[in-house]
């Protein structure tokens, strides 16, 4: 058996008499059986230490190369080879009929999945792209941000870095829980439970609900990242229509009156996609609604600080006196999604049983980031950004109305939002995904279609614009092009 | 109706109107239906702009306080108020009554769980707490990660703190392909999907199999917090008995055959509790009997890099050459267990069907924390922090194990681990947890009862020793006044 050991080489002599001798198996030189010199020979014929060889042959023995029995030789074993990588292989599991049916189906959507692009960045050739409600990354606070890093990693580092509690850092729940006083919820810090992200909020209250073949109230159209988790809970879903003023009421009740439901989902702010905000009169009698029937609202209050117009009713969590609510709240939406750090608010013997799910499924959310934010949110930066962000905003909503208003065909109709993120533009007749991108994408423009948005998809009338991407002016452009192609089809 | 204005103020003149005019309606001296002065009036009496006035009803009448009817006067409005904390409010929904049944058991199991406190830091009082299997944070190498964030958010701040990719972070993704081959693995990024740590891994490994009322195969004992989540999750466990070799695999043959399984889950490294590592041969025969039955391997790698003696044979997944391994690993274990990042490698097939779960539960990792430990790693930081705890650890485990032979009873017996954070004792008869603490917290010391890790809880022989979060002299420190209350009772 001849190996190469270089002595001038970093390795240590053990690693390069373990390399040697394993190439010599895995190329055949050596055959399962073949007898190895003693330890003692071999450090002899190298001329190293008895030690170095022993080492070497332990660890070739660990590997599953070598056997050897105490007195007797030490013999080449069989051995599986390692696997090396190959683009064609395949499993012999069959994954979609080892999947529960819910997952066969997740995967199903998952594929055709278009919508909220923002997560996952594409279609960066279309100039004007009005897809994405990710907050422009231009306007982040990148300054201020990295000064609270830099000073939690240098005054309590090693706590930012080990695992956090499971309901979430207290600092940044009591924060939460003062800021929510703002808008009109009063909870104390047990009544929170941060999350990663708002959609991680979704999720854990379907897990406690689902399986039970129970129904769930989402609005038509709704926010499109629900449906299917809601789904994969095992949950039913039952639509109920937006009108002008949210969702319809009579419908609620009537819906509620038939099924076991197990919440009413709904965004009263800003609505995805409406980008309708419902009355305080509204909230009252959905929250009415609700109390008569015992069944919880969860009420989604992803775009709560972008009230940048002032007129907005409190949510519905703050008349809640009886905790039915259960309110998400994220800063994806005004700060650094990447992030992903959201909160439930709900009762606490609820907060419980979700902080339960979370603990088990994937321990805590982030600890850093929300050492981070807190800091962050602490110092008033996030104050001062959100004003700066109200301002930028209303700026960015009346250039959009107003240029709709100019250039889209006088046939159509859309709202006009108090605030947030999206309008919701109605055209004459009904045009699926593929239709309103050969109209708008020549004119180097892209917006959601309606269909993304409503639990039975079908081509829609509608479409959805978002400011939250592009600045003034490119919003400015895009409506215009967008105007431009309208016109030809209109 | 007297409001008060305070000109030198710095709220805006509309703001102290909104504020007084609620005060007054929530202190009930304006009833539901009384009048309120024209905006002209209220203007003039104010001596302030008729458009601060109206901007202060507008915003009212969003909030519910007023109500104005074209041509009519503005009235004062029926409303809910908003409800102030009270720490005794009870829910009007029963949330046992209102969960799944499995979020019930969950919920259950979250009160009275007390394994790895690792996440909770509890305890401080016990001076030598021997529970925890997080990393000690004094070994952190925090002045490298805090140079390697700094930079990233000077080089491409706005990029890290926007949502990234649902699969991960790429080039995170290519370290850790390109890590694995270390350890013999050799798969393409497109086979890995990035998860918020190894429990997130576990939990959409479950949900994708769950709910079909399968079976799946655990040591026993086993890692205690993959337990609750995989049945809530829908699967029933089945334990097969740890040996000193690894999983019983006559046991696993025969449950095998009798049972529809989903997959096979197990820790080859440093098994957690028992710290027993299996051969090679031992891989391969468990990898055989899985081939034979078509069943999938999960395969938790936790503390792959932890292999400080060297003789470890390579992973399942090196050697898997038909795809059926699952391989779970993680950063939490020897670097930053708050950042929460870890990663599935599996049939690439099987990660597009995880990551559909993923995106629908929490949309995507951390960018932030991917993107500073991929910069952490490609810096050589991470390489060089391996090689310094493979030098603390095999010190630690070292004077752990000789510590025990000298301090504990001779009646009792312990594992050898050759790597890894945990050791598992024996006693010579069963102690329930109590019992277990009261023998040793009067001596300062806390150690893991056996009964944690076993899926059928009982009272047991062992119980679990870590490493992980005490320096040496504290760890021997610790295993004197463990065999002081121990030789007391045995």
Request: charged share 25%.
């Given at each position: 058996m001849l190996l190469k050991i270089d002595?001038?080489?970093?390795?240590?002599i053990f690693k390069q008499i373990i390399s040697e001798i394993r190439g010599l198996i895995d190329q055949g030189w050596l055959e399962p059986g073949h007898k190895l010199p003693s330890t003692r020979a071999l450090a002899e014929q190298l001329g190293v230490t008895r030690s170095t060889v022993c080492q070497a042959y332990a660890e070739l023995q660990a590997l599953g190369y070598l056997q050897s029995r105490p007195g007797s030789y030490t013999t080449v074993q069989q051995r599986r080879k390692e696997v090396v990588y190959n683009p064609i292989y395949h499993s012999l599991i069959d994954w979609k009929k080892a999947a529960s049916i819910e997952a066969v189906k997740l995967h199903e959507i998952f594929l055709g999945y278009a919508p909220e692009r923002s997560s996952d960045p594409k279609?960066?050739?279309?100039?004007?792209?009005?897809?994405?409600?990710?907050?422009?990354?231009?306007?982040?606070p990148l300054a201020d941000f990295r000064r609270c890093i830099h000073l939690v990693l240098l005054d309590s580092g090693a706590e930012a870095l080990r695992y956090g509690s499971h309901k979430g850092y207290h600092p940044l729940c009591e924060y939460i829980s003062k800021r929510l006083r703002l808008h009109g919820i009063s909870v104390s810090e047990d009544e929170i439970l941060i999350t990663s992200g708002a959609q991680q909020g979704i999720d854990l209250i379907a897990r406690f609900f689902?399986?039970?073949?129970k129904a769930v109230i989402v609005e038509?159209?709704?926010?499109?990242?629900?449906i299917p988790i809601l789904q994969f809970n095992g949950l039913k879903l039952l639509d109920i229509p937006m009108r002008s003023s949210g969702m319809d009421l009579n419908s609620l009740e009537k819906a509620l009156s038939g099924e076991k439901v197990a919440f009413v989902y709904t965004m009263?702010?800003?609505?995805?996609?409406?980008?309708i905000t419902t009355s305080h009169h509204h909230r009252e009698r959905l929250l009415d609604i609700c109390l008569q029937h015992k069944v919880p609202i969860v009420e989604?209050?992803?775009?709560?600080?972008?009230?940048?117009?002032?007129?907005v009713a409190l949510p519905i969590k703050s008349i809640d006196d009886k905790n039915i609510v259960i309110y998400l709240g994220t800063f994806?939406?005004?700060?650094?999604?990447?992030?992903r750090i959201g909160w439930i608010t709900a009762d606490r013997e609820l907060i419980l049983r979700l902080q339960a799910i979370k603990r088990f499924s994937?321990?805590?959310?982030n600890h850093l980031a929300q050492i981070a934010i807190h800091r962050f949110c602490a110092l008033g930066y996030y104050d001062k950004h959100i004003q700066k962000l109200h301002r930028v905003f209303r700026q960015k909503m009346e250039a959009a109305l107003s240029c709709m208003k100019s250039?889209?065909?006088?046939s159509m109709s859309w709202t006009h939002p108090v605030g947030g993120y999206t309008i919701w533009a109605k055209m004459t007749r009904r045009l699926g995904e593929k239709e309103l991108d050969a109209l708008t994408i020549p004119y180097g423009v892209k917006v959601s279609p309606?269909?993304?948005?409503?639990?039975?998809?079908a081509p829609s009338e509608h479409f959805r614009i978002s400011i939250?991407?592009?600045?003034k002016e490119e919003i400015q452009e895009a409506i215009k092009r967008l105007g431009k192609a309208l016109h030809k089809f209109f």
């Amino acid at each position: 058996m001849l190996l190469k050991i270089d002595r001038m080489s970093s390795d240590p002599i053990f690693k390069q008499i373990i390399s040697e001798i394993r190439g010599l198996i895995d190329q055949g030189w050596l055959e399962p059986g073949h007898k190895l010199p003693s330890t003692r020979a071999l450090a002899e014929q190298l001329g190293v230490t008895r030690s170095t060889v022993c080492q070497a042959y332990a660890e070739l023995q660990a590997l599953g190369y070598l056997q050897s029995r105490p007195g007797s030789y030490t013999t080449v074993q069989q051995r599986r080879k390692e696997v090396v990588y190959n683009p064609i292989y395949h499993s012999l599991i069959d994954w979609k009929k080892a999947a529960s049916i819910e997952a066969v189906k997740l995967h199903e959507i998952f594929l055709g999945y278009a919508p909220e692009r923002s997560s996952d960045p594409k279609g960066k050739d279309i100039p004007y792209d009005l897809t994405s409600i990710a907050p422009d990354p231009r306007l982040y606070p990148l300054a201020d941000f990295r000064r609270c890093i830099h000073l939690v990693l240098l005054d309590s580092g090693a706590e930012a870095l080990r695992y956090g509690s499971h309901k979430g850092y207290h600092p940044l729940c009591e924060y939460i829980s003062k800021r929510l006083r703002l808008h009109g919820i009063s909870v104390s810090e047990d009544e929170i439970l941060i999350t990663s992200g708002a959609q991680q909020g979704i999720d854990l209250i379907a897990r406690f609900f689902g399986r039970q073949g129970k129904a769930v109230i989402v609005e038509s159209p709704t926010y499109p990242s629900s449906i299917p988790i809601l789904q994969f809970n095992g949950l039913k879903l039952l639509d109920i229509p937006m009108r002008s003023s949210g969702m319809d009421l009579n419908s609620l009740e009537k819906a509620l009156s038939g099924e076991k439901v197990a919440f009413v989902y709904t965004m009263p702010n800003f609505q995805n996609p409406t980008g309708i905000t419902t009355s305080h009169h509204h909230r009252e009698r959905l929250l009415d609604i609700c109390l008569q029937h015992k069944v919880p609202i969860v009420e989604d209050g992803f775009e709560e600080d972008m009230k940048y117009y002032g007129k907005v009713a409190l949510p519905i969590k703050s008349i809640d006196d009886k905790n039915i609510v259960i309110y998400l709240g994220t800063f994806s939406k005004a700060l650094f999604p990447g992030l992903r750090i959201g909160w439930i608010t709900a009762d606490r013997e609820l907060i419980l049983r979700l902080q339960a799910i979370k603990r088990f499924s994937d321990l805590t959310t982030n600890h850093l980031a929300q050492i981070a934010i807190h800091r962050f949110c602490a110092l008033g930066y996030y104050d001062k950004h959100i004003q700066k962000l109200h301002r930028v905003f209303r700026q960015k909503m009346e250039a959009a109305l107003s240029c709709m208003k100019s250039y889209f065909p006088s046939s159509m109709s859309w709202t006009h939002p108090v605030g947030g993120y999206t309008i919701w533009a109605k055209m004459t007749r009904r045009l699926g995904e593929k239709e309103l991108d050969a109209l708008t994408i020549p004119y180097g423009v892209k917006v959601s279609p309606g269909e993304y948005y409503f639990p039975r998809r079908a081509p829609s009338e509608h479409f959805r614009i978002s400011i939250a991407h592009l600045n003034k002016e490119e919003i400015q452009e895009a409506i215009k092009r967008l105007g431009k192609a309208l016109h030809k089809f209109f």
